[in-house]
């Protein structure tokens, strides 16, 4: 006959709960969906999105990339992936523009943002003013984008006076 400790089976079965549970939060753990980035292939796509975006007083990004662009891919692979950065685009309209192909319509919409250089992000506010002083040229790692996403001009403007009051 066998004895067995009713402590060290306690233990043990207490052990084995806990990694149980452990296991099940740990892979229960919200983690944020990838974002997706609506395409645009033209200056009229562009206006398209833009009209949408603001008529739902939604900030814009836009990311003007090239397939072959080293630092394009790193952007795509590092920094949109990261946790609180998905949090922080998923307030905004998200647009990208492969212009890896060089075309006419590529070089309309390149000469139309003044985009010279891979990756560029651009933005427009709520209201789809364009905001140039928020462009972003090369790489940004995901603390600093992070960052750079909070800024008040992706907010809403607050409402006046006049428009609070309906009497």
């Known amino acids: ?9 306690f233990i043990s079965i207490l052990v084995t709960l806990t990694m149980i549970v452990s296991v099940y939060f740990l892979l229960a753990k919200k983690t944020p969906t990838a974002l997706k980035f609506t395409p645009v292939n033209s200056i009229s796509e562009l206006q398209h999105a833009l009209s949408i ?23 795509s692979q590092q920094t949109f992936p990261a946790g609180n950065v998905i949090l922080q685009l998923n307030n905004f309209t998200r647009l990208k523009a492969d212009v890896t192909a060089n075309s006419a319509a590529d070089i309309a919409l390149m000469q139309y943002l003044n985009v010279i250089g891979f990756p560029s992000l651009l933005f427009w506010d709520p209201q789809g003013h364009p905001l140039p002083q928020a462009r972003i040229s090369g790489f940004i790692n995901a603390d600093n984008f992070s960052d750079h996403l909070q800024q008040p001009m992706f907010s809403i403007a607050p409402r006046s006076i006049s428009q609070t009051n309906t009497k």
């Not at 007083?57 to 662009?69: E, K, M, N, S």
Request: net charge positive; hydrophobic share 50%.
């Open 1 to 9: 006959m066998i004895t067995i400790n009713k402590k060290a089976s």
């Open 53 to 75: 975006a603001a008529k739902q007083q939604r900030p814009v990004i836009l990311d003007v990339y090239a397939a072959w662009c080293t630092p394009c891919v790193a952007l």
